[in-house]
C-alpha cells in the first residue's frame, strides 16, 4: 500500500502557540489531501481536502484562520495549528489521495497536547 | 448526510472464536466502504476495501460483506488471536466525483481477544 509519514508523532505545547504538523506522501503524488482530527473515543471527523496549488476546503465548524494548510508540493502538506487552545488537543492525521489505489491510506497521525 | 453506526462498541472474545463486528450507514449512495484497524495512539491500517458493485472481499482470516442497498455491512474475523486486539474502524465514500475518496467514519468497536 501507500507509504505516508507525519512528523511530528506527537507535540506539547502551550496555549497561545503555533503547530505544524507535517504530511508526505512518500510514494505517489497526492493530488488531493484530506486532514482528519480525531477526539478520544471519537471517530475521525473530516476538516479539510486540499488540491495541490489552490485553497483548502474546510467542513463546517472548522475555522480556516486557525488551521492554516499547505499543499504546495504534490508530495507535502502541511497543517498549522494557530494559537493553539486546549480544546484543539486531538489526533490529527492526514490522507493523501490521487495515486493508483482505490482504497485510501493514512498517515501515522500527530497526538497534539495544548497545555 | 452520511452517518456511520458501529456495533458493538466494545467487544471482548477468549482466543480462537469467530467474530463479527458491524456497521450500517444512512445513505446507501456510496462509491465503496472500507474497514480499518486502528491500535492505541496509532495511525489507521487499511483492512478491506469493497467497491459499491461488490458483495464482499476476503484477505486471510477477515472477510467483509456490504449489502449497500439495505446499509449494511459486516466484518467477520475468523479464529481470533490476542494480535486481533485494536479498534475497527469502518468507513464510506460518496458516490463516484470529487468527493470519492472523502471518508465518513464510523465511531469503531474496540475488540479484546483474550488469550
Known amino acids: 500500500g501507500a507509504v505516508v509519514s507525519q512528523h511530528p508523532s506527537r507535540v506539547i505545547c502551550k496555549s497561545g502557540t503555533s503547530v505544524k504538523i507535517e504530511c508526505r506522501s512518500l510514494d505517489f503524488q497526492a493530488t488531493t489531501m484530506f486532514w482528519y482530527r480525531q477526539f478520544p473515543k471519537q471517530s475521525l471527523m473530516l476538516m479539510a481536502t486540499s488540491n495541490e496549488g489552490s485553497k483548502a476546503t474546510y467542513e463546517q465548524g472548522v475555522e480556516k484562520d486557525k488551521f492554516l494548510i499547505n499543499h504546495a508540493s504534490l508530495t507535502l502538506s502541511t497543517l498549522t495549528v494557530t494559537s493553539a487552545h486546549p480544546e484543539d488537543s486531538s489526533f490529527y492525521i492526514c490522507s493523501p489521495s490521487g495515486g493508483p489505489y482505490n482504497e485510501q491510506f493514512f498517515g501515522p497521525g500527530t497526538r497534539l497536547t495544548v497545555l | 448526510k452520511q452517518e456511520v453506526t458501529q456495533i458493538p462498541a466494545a467487544l471482548s472474545v477468549p482466543e480462537g472464536e469467530n467474530l463479527v463486528l458491524n456497521c450500517s450507514f444512512t445513505?446507501?449512495?456510496?462509491?465503496?466502504l472500507q474497514w480499518f484497524r486502528q491500535d492505541p495512539g496509532k495511525g489507521l491500517t487499511s483492512l478491506l476495501l469493497i467497491q459499491s458493485s461488490q458483495r464482499e472481499q476476503t484477505s486471510g482470516r477477515l472477510n467483509a460483506s456490504l449489502d449497500k442497498s439495505s446499509g449494511r455491512s459486516t466484518l467477520y474475523i475468523a479464529a481470533s488471536q490476542p494480535g486481533d486486539s485494536a479498534t475497527y474502524l469502518c468507513?464510506?465514500?460518496?458516490?463516484?466525483?470529487?468527493?470519492?475518496?472523502?471518508?465518513?467514519f464510523g465511531k469503531g468497536t474496540k475488540l479484546s481477544v483474550i488469550p
Open positions: 468507513a464510506v465514500s460518496p458516490n463516484s466525483g470529487a468527493g470519492s475518496y472523502q471518508l465518513t
Open positions: 445513505d446507501s449512495a456510496i462509491y465503496n
